[in-house]
């Protein structure tokens, strides 16, 4: 197929990099499992056809927090979408190990100061970003996590289950799989969708989506893993989250 598309597209510049098997996989399958997500897998798509076919099996496993089941659903999903799925290609159609693609915890505590003190610098901008009320009305997502206790930390766990499905498809398969073939552009081809599926939050938070791409996929190149950027993600979520909080009183 790859050679049929090479022969019928005008002949590439001197130095172009010729189309393979992994990277016009990798390109593929995150276009489709970007779609799927946008469509099937974010809280906005449970609470319109797919309420009506997973909501009873949400009630079952929630209980009398059930109002959760759309965030649970995100989390859910985003562990499908964006870690199992590309799991499954590189296992059995790359034939290569996970840790080739990020997901390596050996050697990963040697790295976790950078992570700290990423942190650490983070914390005075989510102090500035929690003042503001666009920051406010928007998180946390789901309202009745303001309620705290178990029913904050089930909400806080989905939530770091989103934040394991948009390290790993980001900041490992798709920095990865990618830096084989362009190198350091990697980091920027992987941050324009990243950048994207930040488009419904406030503007700040939007333009900074980029810093972090840049920052996170490279920190995971030099750790040789994306999974200590999960932490981070989570601990930035959840921090943020009890400043809006306290801010909303």
């Known amino acids: ?33 970007l779609v799927v997500f946008q469509y099937f897998g974010k809280p906005e798509a449970f609470r319109g056809a797919l309420a009506a076919t997973l909501q009873p099996w949400y009630e079952a496993l929630l209980g009398s927090r059930a109002g ?31 840790s080739h693609y990020g997901w390596r915890w050996r050697g990963m505590l040697k790295h976790t100061p950078m992570y700290i003190g990423l942190y650490l610098l983070m914390v005075p901008l989510i102090l500035w970003a929690s003042s503001l009320g666009s920051f406010q009305q928007k998180y946390p997502f789901y309202k009745g996590a303001a309620a705290g206790g178990s029913t904050l930390g089930l909400y ?42 930040h488009f419904n939050k406030p503007l700040p938070e939007t333009f900074g989506a980029l810093g ?6 490279s920190l995971a190149l030099r750790a040789g893993s994306c999974i200590p950027g999960v932490f981070l993600h989570w601990a930035v979520g959840i921090t943020m989250d009890l400043l809006a909080i306290s801010k909303q009183g």
């Open 1 to 33: 197929m790859l050679a049929r598309l090479q022969r019928w597209l005008p002949e590439p510049p001197a130095g172009a990099a010729p189309l393979d098997r992994r990277t016009t996989t990798v390109f593929l399958v995150t276009i489709i499992l």
């Open 68 to 98: 959760m089941a759309p965030y649970a659903h995100w989390g859910l999903s985003s562990l499908v979408i964006r870690v199992l799925i590309p799991f499954a290609i590189i296992l059995f159609y790359f034939k290569e190990p996970l």
């Open 156 to 197: 806080e766990f989905f939530y770091g289950v989103q934040f394991l499905g948009v390290e790993f498809f980001f900041r490992g398969f798709l920095t990865f799989a990618l830096f084989r073939r362009f190198g350091y552009n990697a980091l920027l081809i992987m941050a324009i969708p990243y950048v994207m599926v």
């Open 212 to 217: 972090a791409a840049l920052i996170l996929g």
